[in-house]
């Protein structure tokens, strides 16, 4: 029986890794990302090299009518969804002041939006049939709020908490949530944010998107609800619940900054 995938924002960073682990994994795929010719690339190469099925569906996932698109397209001709995996999103640095509201209005509906609704299309069906596994990719900033950074933090925040909520809201149904949450990692991410300098990168040793691919999907599949890659965000993760605020905030400030 064939496997079905969905990933969105594949073209780049840990979403890339994961199409490649799916494939290697015997999934068919439907893949998304905003730039048609990086998805025709990343389908030929996938094809080549695994033998896969690979459709590719080219959108801007911030826009309203972008999840029921790739919602009718994933299950065409009663084709039924094994992973979603909800990877599309992007970051913005700068005071909040100062920073674009039209990036940021983009930012929430394509880290939020896009997120909650792709899950409300996919997990009826998935419960129905009593199988099926969802990731959400999080990140180590939805534990702390992040000046310089606030709004990515907070898109981050509310996918975690929404994350574990579902999950407990499937126990028992066959059907698992799992968070994904990565800290810094070498993906494309850091360059366009705007954040290559920032202290909270420097002299680190910055894992590979394949390592926190390799990571995530495994989680995934064991059903685990909070997966935080590598010891040291994991330390930092936790010590953040020991912390008061005010300190937490000013320390996250200070890692942020390029000064």
Not at 39 to 57: F, M, P, R
Not at 110 to 139: A, E
Request: proline share 4%; with cysteine.
């Amino acid at each position: 029986m064939n496997k079905f995938a969905v990933i969105t924002g594949a073209t780049s960073g840990i979403g890339l890794e994961l199409a490649h682990i799916c494939a290697r994994e015997g999934f068919s795929l439907l893949l998304t990302a905003r730039r048609e010719s990086q998805l025709q690339a990343l389908q030929d190469e996938i094809k080549k090299k695994y033998g896969s099925t690979v459709d590719i569906l080219p959108l801007d996932l911030s826009l309203p009518d972008s999840p029921e698109r790739v919602f009718s397209q994933a299950t065409a001709n009663g084709k039924q969804i094994d992973l979603l995996i909800n990877n599309a999103g992007f970051g913005q640095f700068g005071l909040f002041k100062d920073t674009q509201w039209e990036t940021e209005d983009q930012m929430i509906r394509l880290n939020i939006s896009s997120l909650v609704h792709l899950s409300k299309l996919f997990l009826p069906q998935m419960i129905t049939r009593g199988s099926g596994r969802i990731m959400n990719v999080s990140s180590t900033a939805a534990f702390q709020p992040g000046p310089l950074m606030s709004v990515y933090y907070a898109t981050k925040a509310f996918v975690e908490s929404f994350s574990e909520a579902l999950a407990e809201e499937c126990r028992g149904t066959g059907v698992t949530v799992t968070s994904l949450c990565p800290g810094p990692t070498l993906s494309g991410f850091q360059e366009a944010a705007g954040i290559e300098n920032i202290r909270l990168l420097k002299g680190r040793n910055i894992p590979s998107s394949k390592d926190v691919a390799e990571y995530g999907f495994d989680a995934m599949m064991r059903g685990k609800r909070v997966a935080i890659y590598g010891w040291m965000n994991r330390l930092m993760t936790f010590s953040v619940r020991l912390t008061p605020r005010t300190v937490i905030t000013r320390v996250v400030k200070w890692m942020q900054d390029e000064r």
